[in-house]
């Protein structure tokens, strides 16, 4: 299958700083871009979409001023957590589409902010 | 919103025995598409079902789709340690933008050898 790669795959940050998590479709070019949360033991819950050069579209509930979202090519999606603060410790998982409806995903960054 | 219900929560199983996990979507869905999870790690694609009444056979792995495309199954036959993880079902809805995929909560697998 088609590899996307995440990075970084574990971050600790303190609190109030700003951490930006990339995603790359390494051998097919993402048309849409997904972002995840996993809480621990629970499912993926969609944060926003985000298709290269246009405005990211986030899920209900999903502050867009705080998850910052940047699709600036069709291999590179970016989220910035801002300010992040201990409750947004969390696993981020990037997912990425190319011409079929299969989602592949990246490897997932573990953030922990202290 | 569009739901995706998936039971059970949690199955353990001896080695060898037969494991299923269910997904009920409430609404009718283009496509369902299942991933396991191992412990510690992401996603991984496993298959997609596109046609109503779809049966598709990976190894010991059988997948479905109802005829209804509101629901589907895993069936895992004779279950080994390596099958352990979670499992999720993923569904998508005809003219939903991107092909957004709404996840069940999965099911965990454990195996005790």
């Known amino acids: 299958g088609a590899v996307v790669s995440q990075h970084p795959s574990r971050v600790i940050c303190k609190s109030g700083t700003s951490v930006k998590i990339e995603c790359r479709s390494l051998d097919f070019q993402a048309t849409t871009m997904f972002w995840y949360r996993q809480f621990p033991k629970q499912s993926l819950m969609l944060m926003a979409t985000?298709?290269?050069?246009?405005?990211?579209?986030?899920e209900q509930g999903v502050e867009k001023d705080k998850f910052l979202i940047n699709h600036a090519s069709l291999t590179l999606s970016t989220l910035t957590v801002t300010s992040a603060h201990p409750e947004d410790s969390s696993f981020y998982i990037c997912?990425?589409?190319?011409?079929?409806?299969?989602?592949?995903f990246g490897q997932g960054t573990r953030l922990t902010v202290v | 919103g569009q739901q995706v219900m998936q039971i059970p929560q949690y199955q353990h199983v001896q080695e060898g025995e037969d494991f299923t996990t269910y997904c009920n979507s409430s609404?009718?869905?283009?496509?369902i598409q299942w991933y396991k999870q191992r412990p510690g790690g992401h996603p991984v694609f496993l298959i997609q079902?596109?046609?109503?009444?779809e049966v598709k056979k990976q190894k010991r792995l059988t997948f479905q789709f109802g005829e209804a495309k509101k629901n589907s199954s895993l069936h895992i036959t004779a279950t080994q340690t390596t099958d352990v993880g979670t499992y999720f079902c993923?569904?998508?809805?005809?003219?939903?933008?991107?092909?957004?995929?709404?996840f069940g909560k999965g099911t965990l697998l454990t195996v005790n050898p």
């Open positions: 079902l596109v046609k109503s009444g």
């Open positions: 997912s990425a589409r190319g011409l079929g409806t299969e989602a592949f």
């Open positions: 985000s298709n290269e050069g246009s405005k990211a579209t986030y």
């Open positions: 609404t009718t869905l283009s496509n």
């Open positions: 993923a569904g998508s809805r005809s003219g939903g933008s991107n092909y957004k995929l709404t």
